[in-house]
């Protein structure tokens, strides 16, 4: 079950705040945000695990809302560097505690932009 | 540490020949995951190994698709035969747990002609 991201691509000005977001239409037990730049590999921003988690570091937050089974990625005075694809993967709540398959599946991803 | 290292980083191939990518993960890291992307089915989770042990295979598109896990230091994934629709970049990754950050290695670029 991939998540759903949205929205696909967004351009913003340097300094301006971003949100994309995550949902699923099944439960889900922890959400992971990762950046891609272009022809780099994914790197890891930060895993969320409990219902209303929170989590930032510096300007880049998140927030996990497992009863609506999504997740939201706050960018807030964005800098060039920031730019890059945006991917969250998942790992369900009844795969996981069921003792099933941990293995995540990912997004097609937010395309974002920031410009000068 | 040196990072997740894969090699090649690129591989162009004929349709039909064998490729074999190679992986060696962090030391000390007991998960690896092989993914595939591409611009049109994203970043997909073809399969992975918990202490050298497959546990989810379910990715695999078919069976021209194979990994193994030999040691803790070293993976493989083989494709034979290769077909254009291989095409893509390979990336493996490492973590020391399902939950715990995953890290990515630089990639191999596929090309299947």
């Known amino acids: 079950q991939q998540p759903v991201q949205s929205p696909q691509a967004v351009i913003l000005r340097e300094g301006e705040d971003a949100v994309i977001n995550c949902s699923s239409s099944k439960a889900l037990y922890s959400v992971h945000w990762y950046r891609q730049k272009h022809g780099e590999a994914p790197v890891f921003l930060m895993i969320l695990l409990k219902g209303g988690e929170q989590k930032g570091h510096e300007k880049i937050s998140a927030s996990f809302n497992e009863k609506k089974q999504q997740s939201s990625l706050y960018l807030t005075a964005s800098q060039l560097s920031y730019s890059g694809t945006y991917f969250c993967g998942t790992l369900l709540r009844a795969v996981y505690s069921g003792g099933g398959a941990d293995g995540l599946t990912f997004g097609k991803g937010t395309h974002l932009i920031i410009q000068p | 540490d040196a990072g997740v290292i894969q090699s090649p980083r690129h591989e162009v191939t004929e349709m039909g020949q064998e490729v074999t990518l190679r992986c060696k993960p962090i030391?000390?890291?007991?998960?690896l995951f092989w993914y595939r992307q591409t611009m049109m089915r994203g970043l997909e989770l073809l399969i992975y190994f918990n202490n050298n042990v497959p546990i989810d295979d379910s990715g695999m598109p078919e069976d021209r698709f194979s990994a193994k896990m030999p040691n803790a230091s070293f993976s493989t994934l083989k494709i034979q035969p290769s077909e254009p629709r291989d095409s893509a970049v390979y990336f493996c990754?490492?973590?020391?747990?399902?939950?715990?950050?995953?890290?990515f290695g630089p990639g191999t670029r596929l090309t299947v002609t």
């Open positions: 990754a490492s973590s020391r747990g399902p939950l715990a950050e995953q890290y």
């Open positions: 030391s000390g890291h007991d998960y």
